[in-house]
């Protein structure tokens, strides 16, 4: 016997659920249905996938790693249906992009508008995420393109820088120090800072310490936040200093300041990525753009 494409819905229905009844219903199958189609599966592959016992279902180390195989395996099937709807219909396809914040401002809106001037038969769909999340949906398929702030990435994916930018310290609009009076970032050494998360980047939050770091202190953080929008607010508040990328002063209408480093080593790097060997035409096309840019 093979295994045949029931198996693995099978599998991924009870996977998702660790409970063979709810799996059973969401299949519209009974459950000593689902158990022995199950068990079939397990004896075609001659490995335990599940761990059962009266009161829970657990994934075995085998069972874990078909889930992100059949995971990937459903994820390209509904890709190439998203595709083949879109070439039938005279476009060319749908790419999907994740992006942190900061790309939102400059980088994203021009390749945006490129695609549409050059490729008006793609179609994106956007969301904002984080590195980690970004690079773990490339992995899975679940994005063609991502716009990350790393200094590297997995093997499995393809890296370009897109934008270099300067950094800002940003400022209550009422804070007594004005850019004319602005000599370096030890001005503000008794300050509370308010900072990007390690978790947004941690090349990024150790640029910041570095930053710092030169002009002999370190920063005493009381907040930190995964989104720009939280950190001004809090700067406008008073409740701190922060230190962001340049082009984040855009976009916002609130009552902070902003003044460039634009004298100091650090820069912030961002960069386009995407998984080798990703077959999406959209893709392949929108690359075309990012690389002669």
Known sequence: MNIEFRHLEYFRAVAEELNFGRAAERLFISQPGLSRQVKQMEEILEVQLFERTKR??????AGHFLKAEVDYIFNHLELTKTQLKEIASGNIGELRVGFLGSAAHTVIPELLVKISQTFPGIKTSLEELSNAIQI??????????????????????????VHQDT??????IGHPLIEEGFKHVGQ????????FSQDYSSIYYDKIMS?????????????KSVHALTIFKLVEAGLGVAIVPTSLKQGYDLKVKFIELDKIKQKTE???????GNRNAALSKVLQLIQDS
């Open 56 to 61: 829970k279902v657990v994934l075995t180390p």
């Open 270 to 276: 961002l960069y386009a990525v995407w998984k080798k």
């Open 167 to 172: 950094f800002s310290v940003v400022l209550p």
């Open 188 to 195: 503000l050494k008794e300050e509370n800072f308010i900072l």
């Open 211 to 223: 930053i710092c770091e030169d002009k002999g202190f370190s920063p005493r953080i009381t907040h």
């Open 136 to 161: 773990e949906m490339l992995e899975k398929d679940k994005l063609d393109l991502g716009f990350v702030r790393l200094a590297r990435v997995p093997e499995s994916l393809e890296m370009k820088m």
